[in-house]
């Protein structure tokens, strides 16, 4: 199930409580990944609020927005980099991605799988994905006041188990949103402050969302044939007469 794509940016956009979110999140993000200098920086989902710190001076800044979900222009005031796409097959050339980040596009998706197949595809050597999902354990996915109250949440082990199934290997993990996902004033001032607090003691504090940041996983080529000659060894002496035992 997608939300709406008019949903997702009045929340982001137009209540306080998505704008504390935005922010909370973009900065672990940019924490994460603080320069994309001369990089293609790629956001699936609802990703185009992380992308802003990007615009400048990335090479190239794209935000890809699900068909069911449904697409808005984006930046405001600026040259739309927005585009809408099929969930699995996007307008992005094969290892053309150098930072690739996920906002409400995995836990949303119909087939994960073949979202993350797409993901894997369009990752380019040394890229960087960044995969950010409701917490199972947190209080952001019990309400549906938020957009992280819907689709399947996560826990730490079920998100890294699935992405390495996908041929990704874990780098680093991170949370965020320790505020309560509440729009009454006083955790909205204090919004911050939690922040600060729950990544102090994020392995205590449950946050509201699991960031994952993993790498494209390839395997070694192996030489065709090679483990095909190792089970058959050669036999080039099986036809030479056994030794005899000497008389006494």
């Not at 585009?83 to 996920?102: K, N, Q, Y």
């Not at 894997?120 to 950010?132: E, Q, Y």
């Not at 938020?146 to 949370?175: C, H, I, W």
Request: glycine share 8%; proline share 8%; charged share 20%.
């Amino acid at each position: 199930m997608h939300l709406d794509v008019l949903d997702l940016r009045n929340f982001y956009y137009r209540t306080q409580l998505g704008r504390a979110a935005q922010r909370a999140i973009r900065d672990q993000v940019t924490a994460l990944w603080p320069d994309a200098k001369g990089q293609t920086v790629a956001g699936y989902g609802f990703a185009v609020p992380l992308l802003r710190p990007y615009l400048d001076s990335a090479r190239r800044v794209i935000g890809l927005m699900p068909g069911p979900q449904g697409v808005m222009p984006w930046p405001a005031g600026g040259d739309n980099v927005s585009v809408l796409c099929e969930e699995t097959a996007w307008p992005i050339d094969t290892g053309m991605v150098d930072r690739l980040v996920l906002l409400h596009g995995l836990e949303q998706s119909e087939n994960p799988s073949a979202l993350l197949d797409e993901c894997w595809r369009v990752l380019g050597p040394g890229g960087r994905a960044l995969f950010i999902v409701p917490n199972r354990s947190g209080l952001w996915s019990r309400s549906d006041k938020t957009p992280f109250g819907f689709g399947r949440p996560y826990s730490m082990s079920q998100l890294d188990a699935q992405l390495r199934k996908q041929n990704f290997a874990a780098e680093r993990q991170q949370s965020a949103l320790f505020v309560p996902p509440s729009s009454r004033r006083f955790w909205l001032r204090t919004a911050a402050m939690w922040e600060r607090f729950g990544l102090r003691v994020s392995s205590v504090v449950a946050g509201g969302v699991l960031m994952l940041e993993v790498s494209k996983h390839i395997h070694a080529p192996q030489r065709p044939g090679l483990a095909a000659t190792v089970r058959r060894p050669l036999r080039v002496l099986d036809a030479l007469p056994k030794p005899a035992a000497e008389p006494a």
